[in-house]
């Protein structure tokens, strides 16, 4: 394996951050033009709760009127503006004993922000990154590595309290090891595939320092990060809103690697689909859990780097190639992934009573799916009111299981149509037990057991049932359902879980995840000092002390999408 010898922050073509510009025309690209829309009118009917308060008197956001349903007490939705809101890295105030605007601070934010520093990897001088774990009781493996999954809610805390100049470098040092050359054995791989993490190695004899990269060629069953490139171009997006400086982001070396990123995945072959084909292991869910084929969490990861870099690519000649491609896939993934992928009471009802063996444009069960391989848990699970994205699509085979990653990045990047978004919502509520328990969050429902355990995940000791990510529950999902709480008007959701986490992370030492159906034990293998469940629960909180962080991590509805057709009509994008 090569390393990096130059650093790549002396790179001439580097422009200054310091003074932070106007945002320019960089979410000019953005579909809806919310920017010309006026603030849609209020219309409430009773006294506002501290929720509704806190969105809209303390932080200024005109809230929506409530959805007509049994909880239209809390149900308001944040205005149509995330694009168009500047999303200023505030300083926290988490060393104090309230905040800037008046919330009571919890004695385990100090504790965290403490944890998270300790956790800074220095690269020349320099913090580069986030290691995985501070756990010293146990052995490493690769938890002293930075991962670029891992980092995200790590970078993201520190761009929402105002320290952007680590997200910078991380950006610059992953880009740099993009450019390396990737073999594993005698294969080489894409030019655009990003490390699935990094490390520093340090030679005392010398006094030097150089950086590691693994691109799937350590990883469990060797697979190759299939999410760290959309991870890449959603953080440089995230660090663009929240410093308002387009420089990093129009750099040739950031646009190249974008360019580069996106030619993997928008490349012409025999697919059928708009979706991404993946093997397991190629996202969190990084070992054999019956996820190969097209996995709801990267094809939602897919969706919103797609939309990012609409936002970023400039409108060069080879800029305009891109976009050009981008908005084609876009529509016919959005398509896709609302009209085949989403279930709710009725349209389980449907599957229900397929019929099989069905030819022609004119065929409903297009997939040819068995009724009969409907597991029987989801008659259960299915509530009147909610719905969510399965799992997987594809030939004769649906995967039913709930992901909490792709359905909270499908509300998010509004691969979810409002409706929808609602209805994961309610959802949520409905299955508090199952999907929440005593510790948040499910990563999946429900766990595979039994015979189905050997055959699915090859008898992996680590994903027995309720446990790792065989239906575990990871904190660091704390900052999704936050975000996703919050775009969707439902702020109450996300306190309900937060302080539900509080009560056991600080006492547990912020493991990496729980075991047990209700999320009741710490992980039979779990790391403790987790930094992305440290900085998740960092994130979450800091959403929902200031809200108009959001317009880092999410995106407003494309309102030139087409709603999905009906089923009965011919598959047409």
């Known amino acids: 394996m090569s390393s990096l010898d130059g650093d790549v922050s002396q790179n001439g073509s580097l422009k200054s951050v310091d003074a932070h510009p106007a945002l320019a025309e960089i979410e000019d690209l953005d579909f809806s033009r919310i920017l010309d829309k006026p603030p849609r009118p209020l219309n409430m009917e009773r006294q506002r709760s501290c929720d509704e308060r806190s969105l809209n008197e303390l932080f200024g956001v005109p809230l929506l009127s409530p959805r007509p349903s049994s909880r239209a007490e809390s149900n308001f939705r944040l205005i149509d503006h995330l694009d168009g809101l500047y999303s200023p890295g505030r300083r926290s105030g988490f060393n104090t004993p309230r905040s800037q605007y008046g919330f009571e601070t919890h004695p385990a934010v100090a504790e965290a922000w403490d944890a998270l520093r300790r956790s800074l990897v220095v690269f020349r001088g320099q913090p580069v990154g986030t290691i995985a774990a501070l756990d010293n009781t146990g052995e490493q493996l690769n938890y002293d590595q ?8 790590s970078a993201l805390a520190f761009l929402m309290n105002g320290e952007p100049e680590i997200v910078k470098n991380f950006i610059l040092k992953t880009l740099r090891l993009q450019s390396w050359e990737k073999k594993i054995d005698r294969f080489h791989l894409g030019e655009g595939v990003m490390p699935a993490s990094f490390k520093v190695l340090h030679d005392p004899v010398r006094n030097s320092e150089t950086l ?19 991870w890449w171009i959603f953080l440089l997006r995230a660090y663009t809103k929240s410093t308002g400086d387009t420089s990093l982001a129009e750099m040739p070396e950031c646009q190249k690697g974008m360019r580069l990123i996106l030619s993997l995945c928008l490349s012409e072959g025999f697919d059928t689909f708009p979706t991404l084909l993946c093997a397991d292991g190629c996202c969190m869910i990084d070992r054999r859990m019956g996820v190969y084929g097209y996995p709801i969490e990267i094809q939602a990861l897919f969706f919103m780097a797609l939309r990012c870099a609409l936002l970023l690519l400039k409108q060069d000649e080879e800029g305009k190639e891109f976009v050009e491609r981008i908005t084609k896939r876009l529509h016919a993934l959005s398509f896709h992934m609302r009209s085949y992928y989403w279930i709710d009471l009725k349209q389980l009802n449907d599957i229900y009573r397929y019929k099989t063996e069905e030819y022609s444009h004119t065929a409903v069960n297009k997939f040819n799916v068995i009724p009969d391989s409907l597991p029987e848990w989801i008659f259960d699970f299915m509530p009147v009111h909610g719905g969510y994205f399965i799992g997987n699509v594809s030939p004769a085979k649906m995967d039913f299981r709930w992901f909490c990653l792709g359905n909270c990045i499908a509300i998010l990047s509004s691969l979810a149509t409002p409706e929808q978004s609602t209805a994961i919502m309610d959802l949520i509520e409905s299955r508090w037990e199952e999907l929440v328990g005593e510790m948040p969050l499910k990563v999946i429902y429900p766990a595979i057991e039994s015979h189905e355990w050997r055959i699915v ?7 027995t049932r309720w446990s790792y990510h065989n239906g575990g529950s990871w904190p660091v999902l704390l900052w999704l359902l936050t975000a996703a709480c919050i775009k969707t008007g439902r702020p109450q959701i996300a306190r309900r879980a937060i302080e539900l986490a509080e009560t056991r992370l600080v006492k547990d030492n912020w493991p990496e995840y729980y075991d047990g159906k209700l999320g009741r034990f710490v992980g039979k ?49």
């Open 146 to 153: 930075v991962f670029v999954r891992d980092f995200v809610p």
């Open 457 to 463: 995940t090859g008898c992996d000791p680590k994903n």
């Open 212 to 230: 590691m990269a693994d691109f799937g060629e350590s990883a469990i069953g060797r697979v190759a990060p299939v999410d760290s490139g959309f």
């Open 525 to 573: 293998q779990a790391r403790k000092f987790q930094t992305w469940s440290i900085a998740g629960y960092l994130v979450a909180k800091m959403l929902l002390e200031d809200p108009s962080h959001l317009g880092m991590v999410a995106l407003e509805e494309d309102k030139q999408m087409k709603p999905p057709m009906r089923r009965s009509h011919s598959w047409t994008f």
